[in-house]
């Protein structure tokens, strides 16, 4: 049977010239001009009108051209659409999201592009993302702002739709308090809430707060009882309450009632133990233990009652408690009220392999993390991030980042707080890892060196290449057999002065290839960690080589601290007393 092909192929030929021309015609921008204008809906949120300002200021940016913003949803120009609206609705069917949503979508429809979420944040979440993962737009730090220079782009079909991995999202280093910052990085909880332009931002009031709402300050005195009876006595130092006591229960009830009242901003209220060992050994607190399968179970049992109490004034809030230390191992026989939320700290793990590797140091962690997924109804992760005995020195935990998220969310954490160097700038990569956790924390699955070459190729200019190396080499000193936790020091076996030598060299050379002052600023405080690691291991030479004279001038320069809780002032005495009698 012989068949004609040629009206079919004309057909096609005819669509493929059709599809060219649709293309061709396409371009969002090219050698100045535009046909496009950005398109926003009078009720549009406060979020969704500066995500429409900013895609405005960064097409400009990149390409010279300002392209006109409009409320006309009618409007028959080439369009970006932002926000659901009546528009987007007729040319999609999508059903409106919820105003806390923030799950986007952009895809092309036509000639226009369509960019909606919830108008809370989804919407702009959706426009960052568009201007980050198609035109190569990178907040990398509050200062720093990578804009590539474009003559032209045309917009491609796009059909995109992404959702948060958890829904609480928060780092808490020091260099990354900018709300502003967080909005383009897509962290939506804080230690405070912030209101905004950018949507606001979420927050968890407090930690280790049972202290905060019945002191020893104001009531050992007249109330020992109320607090921890240790080896026979009742403790008036920083010790835990006595849970099983009736009067601190009425007073956590009505203090914690008042904080809600007195700051009603917050979505999560923390009672917490203190951040100590001393829990109460009297008879009737052991016996609620016994009861209810350990420590956790008298604080879930005494947080229950709290959380009963505030629920009719507050439907909408919850109740929060640590599952830290002492206290980790789930319970027994009760289970967390529906309005508590359980924080469960990683902090006695090993930072250097994933938690679900088969690292026995992490296995009763993954024991007590599964035994709290299946028992509490919100569970919320407090991991970290930082070596807290000495925030510069290399720590080479980027590869356990994304493994780990994906762990707490797998075992149905809804929020996971990533606490860093709180207290200072200058710590080891912390503009670097504040922005890739944050980066993870929305999507665990991208690859940590693809994030890292990101940020060091816009971050530290002609330097990059050996930044990149030093990160690599950095990298490298995680084996499978080493082990090490959040409190290691400059004598851990990952260290060595062959690394530090090795470490020097290269970034001697990022020096010598920086372009300006300020990229010199920045390879400059990625020396500080070998500098730190030197001086830490060889105090009286570093005393005379010039290295701890370079490294003072430096965390003075970024007040920066070298540990938690310790002054630099009290540091640099006790290093330079030291480093005189070794000499």
């Known amino acids: 049977m012989k068949t004609n092909l040629s009206p079919v192929l004309t057909l096609c030929g005819i669509l493929l010239l059709v599809t060219i021309h649709v293309n061709a015609a396409d371009w969002l921008f090219k050698d100045g001009k535009s046909r496009y204008q950005i398109v926003v809906s009078a009720e549009a949120s406060p979020s969704e009108q500066t995500a429409a300002l900013e895609l405005q200021t960064y097409i400009e940016e990149m390409s010279g051209v300002r392209l006109p913003i409009t409320e006309n949803l009618k409007a028959s120009k080439r ?267 990683s902090i006695e793990c090993c930072f250097a392999h994933p938690l679900d590797a088969g690292c026995p140091q992490n296995e009763k962690f993954m024991r007590d993390l599964k035994g709290w997924a299946e028992l509490a109804p919100h569970l919320f992760i407090w991991d970290y991030i930082v070596d807290y005995a000495q925030y510069i020195a290399p720590w080479p935990n980027f590869q356990v980042l994304g493994p780990n998220i994906k762990v707490f969310g797998r075992n149905k954490a809804i929020g996971i707080f990533e606490e860093a160097q709180y207290q200072s700038a200058g710590a080891e990569f912390d503009e670097m890892k504040a922005w890739t956790i944050n980066q993870l924390l929305w999507n665990p699955e991208q690859d940590v060196d693809s994030l890292a070459t990101i940020f060091i190729n816009g971050f530290y200019g002609k330097a990059a290449p050996y930044v990149k190396k030093y990160y690599d080499l950095c990298q490298s000193l995680v084996k499978p057999d080493v082990h090490y936790g959040i409190y290691i020091r400059e004598n851990h076996e990952i260290y060595s002065d062959a690394f530090i030598e090795e470490a020097f060299a290269i970034l001697r050379e990022a020096r010598e290839a920086a372009e300006t002052d300020e990229m010199r600023k920045r390879v400059d405080r990625v020396r500080m960690q070998p500098l730190y690691l030197h001086c830490m291991r060889h105090k009286a030479a570093s005393l005379q080589d010039g290295t701890w004279k370079e490294l003072v001038s430096l965390m003075k320069l970024y007040k920066a601290m070298h540990r938690e809780g310790c002054k630099q002032e009290d540091f640099f005495r006790d290093f330079e007393a030291e480093g005189k009698r070794e000499e």
């Open 79 to 345: 369009s970006i659409i932002i926000g659901y609206n009546e528009r987007v609705a007729a040319l999609t069917g999508a059903e409106k999201p919820e105003t806390d949503d923030e799950s986007f979508t952009y895809r092309t429809v036509g000639h226009d592009l369509l960019i909606w979420g919830g108008s809370g944040r989804g919407t702009m979440y959706g426009v960052f993302t568009f201007l980050e993962r198609e035109l190569g737009v990178h907040w990398l730090t509050s200062e720093c702002t990578v804009v590539p220079k474009l003559a032209s782009w045309k917009l491609p079909l796009l059909e995109r739709t992404e959702q948060p991995f958890v829904k609480y999202r928060y780092s808490n280093y020091f260099v990354a308090k900018d709300p502003k910052w967080s909005a383009h990085t897509r962290e939506n909880t804080k230690w405070s809430p912030v209101k905004s332009a950018y949507g606001n931002l979420e927050a968890y009031w407090g930690a280790h707060t049972m202290g905060q709402f019945v002191s020893t300050r104001e009531f050992f005195e007249t109330h020992p009882e109320y607090f921890c009876l240790r080896d026979g006595k009742r403790y008036g130092g920083y010790g835990q309450l006595c849970l099983s006591n009736p009067d601190v229960l009425e007073l956590c009830k009505t203090r914690l009632a008042r904080t809600m009242r007195e700051q009603p901003d917050f979505r999560i209220y923390s009672l917490s133990q203190n951040d100590n060992f001393l829990f109460c050994q009297c008879d009737k607190c052991k016996a609620i233990e016994e009861q209810y399968g350990g420590h956790s179970g008298l604080i879930v049992w005494f947080v229950n009652q709290v959380a009963d109490a505030v629920r009719d004034e507050f439907p909408d809030k919850f109740v929060g408690t640590f599952a830290y230390q002492y206290s980790r191992q789930p319970p027994t026989g009760i289970k967390p009220r529906e309005n508590v939320v359980i924080r469960l700290c």
